[in-house]
């Protein structure tokens, strides 16, 4: 089951269990609940709900579990040629981290497909177990490597 929702300006694939990283939020502090409400489609398996552009009443629930994340540091710099002048910025944009703990939507059809036993999947029928047999090293007369005089 999944479902892709709206933050901000970006979406987001998102399934149960999942943690992503959302627009900073100041005021959240970890435990608390963020409830996104843009869903734009969802899948439980077997066909897909597609909003225009919205599934109503559809939303995802998730559980702060930072609420303070930076991102990676950019700098920039600018250099004017032949007039000394240099500038130089920097910018770490600041995220909150959030786990996904329920998908809800509304006459979404959820089909659970069990994972196939090893007994039932090809896969498992056509490998066979590896058995590691321990290397013997030659000994000295093997080799060849004895000395002897044959002279």
């Given at each position: 089951?999944?479902?892709?929702?709206?933050?901000?300006?970006?979406?987001?694939?998102?399934?149960?269990?999942?943690?992503?990283?959302?627009?900073?939020?100041?005021?959240?502090?970890?435990?608390?609940?963020?409830?996104?409400?843009?869903?734009l489609?969802?899948?439980?398996?077997?066909?897909?709900?597609?909003?225009?552009?919205?599934?109503?009443?559809?939303?995802?629930?998730?559980?702060?579990?930072h609420?303070?994340?930076?991102?990676?540091?950019?700098?920039?710099q600018?250099?004017?040629?032949?007039?000394?002048?240099?500038?130089?910025?920097?910018?770490?944009?600041?995220?909150?981290?959030?786990?996904?703990?329920?998908?809800?939507?509304?006459?979404?059809?959820?089909?659970?497909?069990a994972?196939?036993?090893p007994?039932?999947?090809?896969?498992?029928?056509?490998?066979?177990?590896?058995?590691?047999?321990?290397?013997?090293?030659?000994?000295?007369?093997?080799?060849?490597?004895?000395?002897?005089?044959?002279?």
């Amino acid at each position: 089951m999944f479902a892709i929702v709206e933050n901000g300006s970006r979406q987001h694939r998102v399934t149960p269990g999942l943690t992503f990283a959302i627009d900073y939020m100041a005021d959240s502090s970890p435990g608390d609940t963020v409830t996104f409400d843009r869903i734009l489609l969802a899948n439980g398996g077997g066909a897909s709900k597609i909003g225009q552009p919205l599934l109503e009443g559809a939303t995802v629930e998730a559980e702060v579990a930072h609420p303070l994340t930076k991102g990676p540091k950019l700098e920039v710099q600018k250099n004017r040629r032949r007039k000394n002048s240099r500038t130089h910025t920097g910018h770490r944009q600041k995220h909150t981290t959030v786990k996904v703990t329920a998908i809800n939507v509304p006459g979404l059809e959820i089909v659970e497909s069990a994972e196939p036993t090893p007994e039932e999947s090809p896969a498992a029928a056509t490998t066979e177990p590896v058995v590691e047999t321990p290397i013997e090293e030659p000994t000295a007369e093997e080799s060849g490597d004895a000395t002897t005089d044959e002279n």
